[in-house]
């Protein structure tokens, strides 16, 4: 069973960073695409940042483009998210998917609070 553990959100003034973690256990990751969203309050879940396991080719929504890096490291099975230039707009609670083909499987999501 595949399982997603997100870490290392908090509180953060604006123009700060924070990096996110996502530990992921049972499965072969290598065929996997890694995918970060988030979700405000009132809001939909929306689409951030993507990597290919294998590859580590890497994809971004355009709001985010240019301040946040996703990266992986394939000896811990982790994915990060390095967010810098941090807005309040970026406040929502962040959640890690894993996707091979039909499957896609989450984790509980961790919370960002940006202050202006």
């Known amino acids: 069973q595949v399982q997603l553990v997100e870490s290392g959100g908090g509180l953060v003034q604006a123009g700060g960073s924070l990096r996110l973690s996502c530990v992921a256990s049972?499965?072969?990751?290598?065929?996997?695409?890694m995918g970060w969203f988030r979700q405000a309050p009132g809001k939909e879940r929306e689409f951030v940042a993507r990597?290919?396991?294998?590859?580590?080719?890497?994809y971004y929504a355009d709001s985010v483009k240019g301040r946040f890096t996703v990266s992986r490291d394939n000896s811990k099975n982790t994915v990060y998210l390095q967010m810098n230039s941090l807005k309040p707009e970026d406040t929502a609670v962040y959640y890690c998917?894993?996707?091979?083909?039909?499957?896609?499987?989450w984790g509980k999501g961790t919370q960002v609070t940006v202050s202006s």
């Open positions: 998917k894993a996707s091979l083909s039909v499957y896609d499987y």
């Open positions: 049972g499965g072969t990751f290598s065929r996997y695409t």
């Open positions: 990597i290919t396991w294998s590859s580590g080719s890497t």
